[in-house]
């Protein structure tokens, strides 16, 4: 019940708390990331890597996975953007997010991934020794984006049923 209570107090000081809990957790996430896929590397080699074999994907399934995941984008850009000033500002938040910042993120978390033929990021952060700081950025980072998700439902919910009084969403 606890960690409930801490996410949606979080979300209650609003936006001002969300953007310092995400200013503390980024940074950390993007670093870990990083360093783990570097870590990676180190374990196996580039031609080892890229010899690992793919299962076969259908083209439906493809499509689900890649509109499946953009689909999250395109409901909550509108609350990521709300602050920008110019339509050139929405669309670089978007190409720079979804587009680039999006595709090397998931080319650093499929490294090792891919180098320690594991699917489980828990267990090749125990082989690197990395567990408990691994854990508790977890921790932080599911902190963050859930409270993001519920200040991201009052703000729907206050568009879809504007005569609901604010104090009470």
């Known amino acids: 019940r606890k960690p ?9 000081f609003g936006f001002r708390a969300l953007d310092r809990l995400s200013l ?17 590397l ?7 890597i890229t010899a690992v074999k793919g299962t076969d994907l259908d ?29 050139l500002d929405c669309a670089l938040i978007s190409v720079t997010g979804n587009g680039v910042g999006n595709g090397v993120m998931l080319v650093l ?22 567990t408990s700081i691994a854990f508790t950025i977890l921790v932080l980072s599911t902190w963050s984006v859930n409270a993001v998700n519920l200040y991201s439902t009052g703000l729907v ?3 879809a049923f504007p005569k609901l009084a604010t104090d009470t969403l």
């Open 4 to 12: 409930n209570t801490v996410v949606a107090v979080t979300t209650v």
């Open 24 to 40: 503390l957790v980024a940074p950390l996430l993007v670093a870990l990331t990083v360093y783990v896929a570097y870590r990676a």
């Open 42 to 48: 180190g374990h196996a080699s580039w031609g080892a």
């Open 59 to 87: 083209l439906s399934r493809g499509i689900s996975a890649v509109v499946g995941g953009m689909v999250v984008n395109v409901v909550l850009m509108p609350d990521l953007t709300r602050y920008s000033r110019t339509a």
């Open 109 to 130: 978390a499929m490294l090792p991934a891919l180098a320690f033929g594991e699917q489980d990021p828990m267990k090749y952060m125990a082989v690197l020794g990395l």
């Open 157 to 159: 919910t206050a568009t």
